[in-house]
């Protein structure tokens, strides 16, 4: 009987049929290296044919499988969904084409020992390492939107709110996921709205990160929506009750220690 999985990975990819097998075999040589029992459920929406490639990999890898459809859902939608099917002990995603590599995984996953509940990669932090920037207009542009949402929403102890690798014990994803409404980019400002307003204990940690210069959001149309998103969090209803307290503060761990 196959081992019962500590991480569930997501891998959220729109169109990344280029580059999606080798992420995929990146990310599974650096878990087999550090010991961890783990699947990877990759949420392909698109028409390039990303999700065939990952089915005709999953044959015969119980680790790993793919749902999605031509027509795109949203990235909060398809980690939504992904959560749905996951069975880890930790659940997390990170971007398709790695702009923050697996191996800062190294980083984060020691502090879920430390009783931690969500642990989440940060570009904004002393130790952080931007290894490719994005050009000026979008630093400029993400700078005036942190400042609108943290005026609207707080999290102001939250420096990074966007990076993409994002990880969680796993009744804490599905409990803030089932009430996550939001399918575009802002989806991780809700799951953060949510967790900070339910008492889970967030650990923002410093990772390495590089712009591939492939940027979905289109800069006016796109933060339009962004900010409309932001007003929905604010003024929208959802059931914010804390989860209970003794589910909270388990520590849990993956892998084996001696190897990160």
Not at 47 to 61: C, F, I, L, S
Not at 75 to 80: A, H, L, T, V
Not at 105 to 120: N, Q
Request: glycine fraction near 10%.
């Amino acid at each position: 009987m196959a081992e019962s999985p500590c991480l569930s990975l997501i891998l959220p990819a729109f169109n990344e049929v280029g580059r999606i097998r080798q992420t995929i075999e990146q990310t599974q040589a650096y878990l087999t290296q550090r010991r961890i029992v783990h699947e990877i459920i990759v949420a392909a929406d698109g028409d390039d044919g990303t999700r065939e490639t990952v089915a005709k990999m999953a044959r015969g890898d119980r680790r790993l499988s793919v749902f999605g459809s031509e027509r795109r859902g949203g990235k909060g939608r398809g980690i939504r969904l992904g959560i749905q099917r996951a069975v880890g002990q930790i659940i997390g995603f990170a971007d398709a084409d790695f702009k923050t590599p697996i191996e800062e995984l190294d980083k984060l996953l020691p502090w879920f020992r430390e009783g931690y509940d969500i642990v989440i990669g940060s570009r904004a932090m002393a130790e952080s390492r931007i290894e490719n920037p994005q050009p000026l207009y979008r630093q400029l542009g993400s700078r005036a939107f942190a400042l609108a949402m943290h005026t609207i929403l707080g999290l102001w102890h939250i420096n990074d709110t966007q990076c993409g690798f994002k990880f969680f014990r796993a009744p804490v994803a599905r409990d803030l996921f089932a009430r996550q409404r939001i399918d575009g980019y802002m989806f991780d400002v809700e799951i953060l709205h949510l967790a900070e307003q339910s008492g889970y204990h967030i650990k923002e940690v410093g990772v390495r990160w590089r712009d591939d210069g492939d940027s979905r959001l289109q800069l006016v149309a796109g933060n339009w929506r962004n900010m409309i998103d932001i007003l929905r969090i604010r003024f929208g209803r959802a059931n914010l009750s804390p989860a209970p307290a003794e589910e909270r503060l388990s520590p849990v761990g993956c892998g084996d220690r001696s190897a990160a």
